[in-house]
């Protein structure tokens, strides 16, 4: 199922959707699955699972914490299909957020192929743009996948036209220019970018949802950016309720919090 | 030389997009396109300015004292069973070849009206270059350096505080040079309009190889005309040694044309490619995606980048250069390991037959000289990069030789 569904629902109920970030693995194989089921449980419209990589040049200190703890625990590219199966079964749509490295030596379209049998909607990819990513389009064209790229604050309207021509389920909007983790203001440029993105979308006639994300972590944010945007996508705050718990059920119960906060909000933003 | 012949590809490659082949691009976030188109277009027309390659000559002949010299290495020689001449990149300003590259790269960041640099490095070589290069423009200058890093190389994390930088220890991962990479491309997709990243080798996405190919260029350029003038031909072989590969693809480039002149890389060892601890990326690795590039990587089954192992903080790196590569599969040059131990071995007989500290980097190339030079013969002439000076590697030379005074061997 494309993300795009859960967009529309949402955008039909007069809200924005909800997107949240977690790492496969983090903070356990099962512990992961069972934080994205609670997120799906108490509000999340979208689920991105993380495939926990050695070097996330875009994620700040909290993902690349989570991420290193995953890796530590012996996680695997498998069991981020395991992962991915796992959720999509709540009936969501899972995207698999990933560096591209994992994927181009897995072989693309092995992997494409192997993420749709998961049940997998697509692939957000933070270091591939479409320039690079020819083998890409056409596996995700074969398995019918979404593939979810990046417009920044500094992209020209060239280029936000090129990217949103080759999305497929939303575009996501990068509110800030730096990495992730969640930050007390978000940039005033970020409404200015998914006004313009919406214009480029709106000339080619196209309905594609914009979701804008890093750097949101509040109800308050998240109804802000509800006020603009299609979707508000969330990561490092989620993880730090994980991390900050002392065992997993105390971390599940403040995700669980974070997402009726977070689901709140989107509600009030419009 | 003049810049025109520094500055200008031999070949036709990379293409307008940054591939050699299948390698090159441009994997990188799109916060940072604009940035990547904004230094492509820049130093394209820096190229064609000839202000901008007058200034560059000019610091370049004036400030970090080229043209370097090309030295007979007659004693050293006689162990290669070869003539052997060594290009002496450590006798620039800062003590390497590094420098050639920052020059060019500080007076771009200059041009773009960018005030501030960001750099990684590993051996200190690199950030000691920049912090130069910032404090000669009146630019500010922050340098990433894996926390490993920093405790073998505490000479130049003092020398880059001494010059002004700010040295920022990085703790993740294997806390390396791959780790250095990462955190300054955080920093520089959270700083890009005053911020400009001064990559230290031939990696990272396109402009960066072919720009810093043709920074460094001019060591092959110079190596080829004073080879020519001194022995009245072409060397038979060139070797250098490869981490990210800068010294090398500097040198090798003005002789991919030169049919009859062999091309050798010499990549970290450590000890020894089958033991898995090691940096030999072209000998051990596989086709991957790292840091902006598609070049060959050291990685799992996964898909996880590996961690290395070289006592030569230079060469700690799982990937390299993507011309590299490209020259690797079309066998145009040739790449082989060096361990730690021939390394250590040909830095001794370099210091004791020809009175030269070499930087434990070079002293891989130098081993490799050594073993070419058998293969070829006494009639042979082997040119070898000798990308920088050893200061920096004394504390490691002298407690692995048990040099250091009773008790301060750790």
């Known amino acids: ?270 | 030389m003049t810049m025109d012949t520094a500055a200008r590809g031999a070949g036709p490659l990379p293409d307008a997009t940054g591939h050699f082949g299948r390698f090159g691009g441009r994997f990188a976030p799109e916060a940072l396109m604009a940035a990547l188109d904004e230094l492509a277009r820049e130093f394209e027309t820096a190229k064609n300015d000839p202000a901008f390659t007058a200034e560059l000559e000019d610091l370049l002949a004036n400030y970090a004292g080229r043209p370097s010299l090309l030295t007979e290495a007659a004693r050293f020689s006689e162990h290669a069973g070869a003539r052997v001449l060594l290009k002496r990149e450590d006798l620039n300003h800062t003590g390497s070849h590094k420098i050639n590259n920052v020059l060019g790269q500080a007076l771009l960041t200059r041009r773009m009206g960018k005030t501030r640099v960001i750099a990684e490095t590993g051996a200190g070589q690199h950030g000691v270059a920049t912090a130069t290069a910032a404090a000669l423009l009146g630019l500010t200058c922050t340098v990433y350096m894996g926390e490993v890093d920093t405790e073998r190389q505490a000479l130049n994390v003092a020398r880059m505080r001494m010059l002004g930088a700010e040295v920022i220890p990085v703790r993740t991962g294997s806390r390396t040079l791959k780790d250095a990479c990462n955190e300054a491309f955080r920093d520089w997709v959270a700083s890009v309009d005053d911020t400009h990243y001064c990559i230290g080798s031939v990696m990272g996405p396109h402009p960066f190889p072919v720009m810093v190919r043709d920074f460094q260029r001019v060591i092959g350029v110079e190596a080829r005309r004073q080879c020519v003038e001194m022995t009245g031909a072409l060397p038979d072989a060139v070797v250098a040694c490869v981490g990210g590969g800068s010294n090398a693809i500097g040198t090798f480039h003005a002789f991919v044309g030169d049919e009859s002149v062999r091309l050798i890389g010499f990549e970290a060892g450590g000890d020894g490619v089958a033991t898995g601890r090691h940096a030999a990326t072209l000998v051990g690795g596989s086709l991957g995606v790292i840091h902006g590039m598609r070049t060959y990587l050291l990685q799992d089954d996964d898909g996880q980048t590996l961690e290395t192992h070289s006592i030569s903080a230079g060469l700690d790196y799982p990937g390299v250069g993507p011309e590299h590569s490209w020259l690797h599969d079309t066998g145009r040059a040739e790449y082989r390991e060096i361990t730690d131990a021939e390394a250590m071995e040909a830095f001794a007989l370099l210091c004791r037959t020809e009175g030269i500290i070499p930087a434990i980097e070079s002293a891989h190339a130098l081993a490799g000289a050594l073993k070419v030079g058998k293969e070829l013969g006494p009639d042979a002439t082997i040119v070898v990069c000798l990308s920088g000076r050893g200061d920096k590697d004394m504390h490691t030379a002298a407690t692995f030789f048990g040099l250091m005074p009773e008790g301060e061997n750790a």
């Not at chain 1, 995207?95 to 749709?116: I, K």
């Not at chain 1, 049998?117 to 990513?133: F, R, V």
């Not at chain 1, 060239?158 to 996501?172: H, Q």
Request: aromatic share 6%; with cysteine.
């Open chain 1, 1 to 270: 199922m494309s993300a795009q569904t859960a967009y529309d629902k949402a955008k039909a109920d007069g809200r924005a959707a909800l997107v949240g970030y977690l790492p496969a693995g983090f903070p356990s194989y099962e512990g992961a699955v069972q934080a994205a089921k609670t997120m799906v449980d108490a509000g999340c419209d979208v689920i991105e699972i993380g495939l926990p990589y050695t070097d996330p040049m875009m994620d700040g200190p909290t993902i690349q914490d989570a991420v290193h703890r995953a890796l530590v625990g012996g996680v695997r590219v498998a069991d981020v299909f395991r992962t991915v199966e796992a959720v999509a079964a709540t009936g969501v749509p899972v995207l698999v957020m990933t560096y591209w490295n994992p994927v181009d030596h897995y072989g693309v379209d092995r992997f494409a192929r192997d993420l749709a049998s998961a049940g997998g909607s697509g692939l957000i990819t933070p270091d591939l743009t479409p320039e690079e990513g020819g083998p890409w389009l056409e596996a995700s064209d074969a398995h019918g996948l979404d593939r979810v790229f990046l417009v920044a604050l500094s992209s020209t309207d060239e280029r936000i036209e090129a990217i949103t021509r080759a999305c497929r389920g939303f575009v996501y909007a990068a509110s800030l220019m730096g990495v992730t983790g969640a930050r007390s203001a978000l940039d005033t440029g970020a409404p200015r970018l998914v006004e313009r993105t919406r214009a480029v979308l709106d000339k080619a006639g196209s309905a594609l949802p914009v979701g804008l994300g890093l750097g949101v972590g509040t109800g308050a944010q998240a109804a802000e950016v509800a006020g603009f945007a299609d979707g508000v996508i969330v990561g490092s705050a989620f993880i730090r309720r994980l991390l900050d718990a002392p065992d997993l059920a105390a971390g599940l119960a403040g995700v669980r919090a974070l997402t009726e906060e977070l689901a709140a909000g989107v509600r009030h933003g419009r």
